[in-house]
């Protein structure tokens, strides 16, 4: 469901909508020549490159497949979710199987219950009953994984272990319906490993653990401080006003709340959309924005950004009220929600640098 902010936005997309750039999609098509061409072109010429250059680039390319698969399964470039899912199937990140990430990713879409842990299955908290049964070491590896680089180096080891839990319980309830995605990207998985080390000389493990690993570690950079628990839901997804280098990479999924107020919204127009309405944006995320990865990297580098407990500590920290599927001010018109301008809540107060930030952009 798309969320405008009034009937003006709504009417401007709609005309945009209907221009040959969103009919033909030519820059995800673009998107997807660049990082194909770009990812195969490295593995191709790694002995040239040199194997150290060759790992870093392909661990570049490798994460920006995995914003293109996070375009494809939002619907872009085709409206054909079999053709989609075609584009976004090889392996190239390694770790998750598209159909796996797409089903797990729409989920978490369910903007009512984002940040969740149970509900979310991309939320980074936990219960206060699975903090209170945690081992030391668990809670440490939990607080680490809220530091900048815990969330950089761990995080990914995080993502890979609950995905695997997550399709190991779904077979002991009897739940085979994942098994022919698990197996396809296994199958495609050994047979683009083989073709690397035979015709590019780069070895399986090399290929599996550091460039698949690396690929996951560059895209949670993105993910770090992406959403936070509220009352309200539209002040729980971020924006990020990024340098020109991870808006490429990311596809301009920093604007995030601009993203899950619109999903349909192709990843080219994501930028006009919130330059247009900037201030309201700001106003509607309730101050939530960051100028740049680089100040998270900097203030929470070896720093939690928040306790891990969702609802409970955390929120007992910062001040905030327990999250609730409520959200006031809004007005429901059939499929689309119209905010009123200049309403804001302040539940949950964000962290001082981006209150500041806030207040200087407005």
């Not at 490798?62 to 914003?67: K, P, R, V």
């Not at 939990?142 to 609950?162: Q, Y």
Request: proline fraction near 6%; charged fraction near 20%; glycine fraction near 8%.
């Amino acid at each position: 469901m798309a969320n405008y902010l009034d009937t003006d936005q709504r009417d401007a997309l709609a005309r945009l909508a209907r221009s040959w750039t969103w009919r033909t999609r030519w820059p995800t098509w673009l998107a997807i020549g660049v990082i194909y061409g770009g990812w195969f072109g490295t593995a191709l010429h790694a002995s040239t490159l040199g194997l150290p250059l060759a790992t870093v680039l392909l661990v570049v390319f490798g994460a920006g497949y995995l914003s293109l698969q996070h375009e494809l399964l939002h619907g872009h470039p085709t409206r054909w979710r079999r053709v989609n899912a075609i584009i976004g199937f090889a392996p190239l990140a390694v770790w998750l199987p598209y159909a796996i990430y797409r089903d797990s990713h729409l989920q978490h879409h369910d903007d009512p219950h984002l940040t969740h842990p149970g509900a979310d299955p991309e939320s980074w908290f936990v219960t206060a009953d699975a903090w209170r049964r945690a081992s030391p070491l668990v809670r440490a590896l939990l607080m680490t994984r809220n530091t900048f680089a815990g969330r950089v180096l761990t995080g990914p080891a995080w993502s890979i272990a609950g995905t695997a839990a997550s399709a190991v319980r779904k077979i002991a309830r009897g739940d085979c319906g994942d098994v022919p995605a698990w197996l396809a990207h296994g199958a495609a998985l050994a047979v683009l490993a083989s073709w690397l080390e035979r015709r590019c000389a780069i070895p399986p493990w090399l290929f599996v653990f550091v460039i698949g690993y690396g690929s996951l570690a560059l895209a949670a950079v993105r993910a770090f401080r992406e959403h936070r628990p509220h009352q309200a839901h539209e002040h729980r997804s971020v924006i990020n006003e990024a340098g020109l280098f991870w808006r490429l990479l990311f596809l301009n999924n920093n604007y995030h709340l601009v993203h899950h107020d619109l999903p349909h919204v192709p990843w080219f127009a994501l930028r006009d959309v919130y330059l247009t309405s900037r201030r309201q944006y700001i106003e509607r995320s309730g101050g939530f924005l960051i100028k740049g990865y680089g100040a998270l990297a900097k203030r929470y580098a070896f720093t939690p950004i928040t306790h891990p407990i969702h609802g409970g500590r955390s929120d007992i920290i910062r001040g905030n009220l327990p999250a609730s599927a409520h959200s006031a001010g809004k007005l429901r018109v059939k499929s689309m929600v119209v905010i009123r301008r200049g309403e804001r809540h302040e539940i949950d107060p964000p962290h001082a640098a981006e209150r500041e930030t806030a207040s200087q952009a407005l």
